[in-house]
């Protein structure tokens, strides 16, 4: 079945880098925007960025500009978000999410979220 | 920066019809989508394209679109559907997507 599956929970240091990865099956992967949103703990969701698998091409919110960066194996099928100068204010839930063309990009597939917890 | 504003929160009996507000000026261009989040999951799409249900979603669920200001509306509200609902669309120019702050959905 079409589904995304991200890595494993995460606790890093503060100052310390995080690589999260999803895996996307049932589906075209160089098909379908890959997005990534984080969540954190009791807040709502927020937008970090896009990869088009196809291409490699990325698009990141400006927050998150020279902060994050996305990336992609094709061969595997799988996508990549790199969170750099981690804070205690990223601890949260990292999700990927597949943007659906034909349903005007809308985020219809989701992986599970991983958590990523900073602290000293 | 770019802001979707929802009330924080809506309640409504069982039965009775829910109505979720979003609102900003880029929806007048713009698509709305609303996902539904229950606590410990992932988001669920329920509305795309402002009005457009995907397969397995009830017809309860409906979206519409007026202006500035997008609804989300369930009728006959049931148990199942308590949970924080998003709204999410884009900028002017449709280069970054942004959601809304999130409504908490409550059943009584």
């Known amino acids: 079945q079409v589904q995304l599956v991200q890595s494993g929970a995460e606790v890093k240091k503060p100052g310390a880098s995080v690589k999260v990865s999803c895996k996307a099956s049932?589906?075209?992967?160089?098909?379908?925007?890959i997005h990534w949103v984080r969540q954190a703990p009791g807040q709502g969701l927020e937008w970090m960025g896009w990869?088009?698998?196809?291409?490699?091409?990325?698009n990141y919110a400006q927050k998150f500009q020279g902060w994050v960066t996305l990336t992609r194996d094709t061969s595997i099928g799988t996508t990549y978000m790199e969170l750099n100068r981690l804070r205690s204010d990223d601890t949260a839930v990292y999700y990927c999410?597949?943007?659906?063309?034909?349903?005007?990009?809308?985020?219809?597939?989701w992986g599970q979220g991983t958590l990523v917890t900073v602290s000293s | 920066s770019y802001e979707l504003t929802q009330p924080p929160s809506v309640s409504v009996s069982p039965g009775q019809t829910a109505r979720i507000t979003c609102s900003a000026a880029?929806?007048?261009?713009?698509?709305a989508y609303w996902y539904q989040q229950k606590p410990g999951q992932a988001p669920v799409l329920v509305i795309y394209?402002?009005?457009e249900r995907p397969s397995g979603i009830p017809e309860r669920f409906s979206g519409s679109s007026s202006g500035t200001t997008v609804t989300l509306t369930i009728s006959g509200v049931q148990a199942e559907d308590e949970a924080d609902y998003y709204c999410?669309?884009?900028?002017?120019?449709?280069?970054?997507?942004?959601f809304g702050g999130g409504t908490k959905l409550t059943v009584l």
């Open positions: 880029a929806l007048a261009k713009q698509f």
């Open positions: 999410a597949r943007g659906t063309p034909s349903r005007g990009d809308a985020f219809d597939i």
């Open positions: 394209k402002d009005n």
């Open positions: 990869i088009n698998p196809n291409s490699g091409v990325t």
């Open positions: 999410q669309s884009a900028d002017s120019t449709g280069s970054y997507v942004v």
């Open positions: 049932g589906y075209t992967f160089i098909g379908y925007y």
